[in-house]
């Protein structure tokens, strides 16, 4: 039986992030919108009218879209629930992420295609047997290993189960991002000491803090190994990304809504040249440690391979925030265009700009673009720096406006 392609995944939680994706070479993206998904409250959600447009976008762009509708549904989140769904329907998102049966079922009345999503915990053959009665592609548990995946994907292939389409089911996995103390994401912590739930959308990372230890008795405190005890590293599979694939998975997705398109041109990059590195039989030790490089220069909390190795305990991130080697400072925003020169204009609103800086543009049409200014024009003349309120031009190939937002990327200082 022939084998699908590797369908790369990336995550879209702004118009910056979803151009970044497209132009880093993922197949298919995921999105949120309103409340109704794990990310409301760390990234400001795309509304229901934003479907359309996201819809539109992919389809020019020839990349899939994913709707994740992957919260825990109350009784007063129906309503909601059925108008999203029926706007997923009128403009042909290619399938919803879902964990909660209110959203399987409507799904299934309205013939929309359906995603289990990980919220779900789907870690052995049966629970995949059972969920292939509603999805056609189903996202594994985090946890698992290795091993643990493969013999799942062996057992799809050796009994031939289907999904709703009546094509074999197909398996996703995890392949680099945040992970967290929860299993699969589903965690009350925050619930529990802020009344914001994790699995409303409304995490407020409490894991992420450093916590002291005190002795009852004696009141003493420790700073246990001044690690962030409950923050585990990122999941970085670049690595093992060979062994991941010869698993026999479908689709490898990228964690991140919440992460800037920075993050998601160069995440999604790695992994795209990574996977035809497997496929042309180029994938070297050299070529891995260059990716790991230039992972690191964006958002991370430090890496490790999370549980496809069989590591029995987590590795923790020691400083809180991100580990990126490279740090990117907001300088000021897009002022205008002129098309038949193809120059744009930033004005600065904080900050300095020199010749050699490296600058760094994002926006809805031009995703992520990094460049470093070998000359710079300030105010219509060659300058040797630009201050507040000057206005600086360079060629560029996109349009540009207000929501472009223009960065210098400087070197991080780390621990």
């Known amino acids: 039986m022939k084998k699908n392609k590797i369908e790369l995944l990336s995550p879209a939680g702004s118009y910056d992030s979803l151009q970044a994706a497209i ?11 309103e409340q109704l998904n794990m990310r409301a409250k760390s990234v400001s959600s795309f509304c229901v009218d934003d479907i359309e447009y ?6 020019a762009n020839n990349i899939k879209a994913y709707l994740t509708l992957n919260t825990i549904i109350y009784g007063h989140d129906l309503q909601l629930l059925h108008g999203i769904l029926n706007q997923v329907k009128k403009h042909g998102i290619d399938a919803v992420i879902a964990s909660d049966f ?5 799904c299934r009345q309205m013939g929309i295609p359906l995603h289990i999503s990980t919220q779900a915990n789907v870690s ?8 292939s009665r509603f999805a056609d592609v189903i996202v594994l548990a985090r946890e698992l290993t290795l091993k643990q995946v493969h013999d799942i994907c062996s057992e799809v292939r050796r009994t031939g189960i289907k999904g709703v389409s009546g094509e074999l089911i197909k398996i996703e996995v995890f392949i680099h991002g945040a992970l967290c103390m929860a299993v699969s994401g589903k965690c009350y912590m925050s619930l529990h000491t802020q009344n914001a739930s994790a699995n409303r959308g409304a995490c407020t990372q409490n894991c992420r803090r450093p916590y002291l230890v005190k002795d009852a008795e004696t009141q003493e405190e420790l700073l246990i190994d001044n690690e962030y005890i409950m923050s585990p590293k990122d999941l970085c599979t670049i690595g093992v990304l060979d062994q991941i694939i010869r698993c026999g998975v479908d689709v490898l997705k990228i964690e991140g809504r919440s992460k800037g398109a920075d993050y998601l041109l160069v995440t999604t990059q790695c992994y795209r040249e990574a996977i035809q590195a497997i ?5 070297t030790p050299e070529k891995i440690d260059g990716w790991i490089n230039r992972l690191s220069t964006v958002y991370n909390r430090g890496f490790w391979e999370g549980y496809y190795l069989g590591h029995k305990l987590g590795e923790w991130t ?4 991100s580990a990126a080697t490279e740090k990117k400072i907001y300088v000021g925003r897009g002022s205008n265009y002129y098309p038949k020169i193809g120059i744009a204009e930033f004005t600065i609103e904080t900050g300095t700009i020199k010749p050699g800086d490296t600058l760094m543009v994002t926006g809805p049409l031009c995703g992520m673009i990094k460049e470093k200014a070998e000359t710079l024009v ?4 060659e300058g040797n720096e630009a201050l507040k309120g000057d206005k600086i031009t360079f060629p ?9 937002k223009l960065y210098k990327i400087v070197e991080a200082v780390n621990g």
């Open 279 to 283: 496929g042309s039989n180029n994938y």
């Open 318 to 321: 020691s400083q809180p925030g």
């Open 396 to 404: 560029f190939g996109v349009k540009v406006g207000s929501q472009d």
């Open 102 to 106: 209110a959203v399987i079922e409507q």
């Open 23 to 33: 132009n880093g070479g993922a197949d298919a993206v995921y999105f949120g919108v």
């Open 378 to 381: 300030v105010n219509g003349t």
């Open 54 to 59: 996201i819809a539109a976008i992919c389809s």
């Open 124 to 131: 052995n053959i049966e629970a995949v047997q059972f969920f």
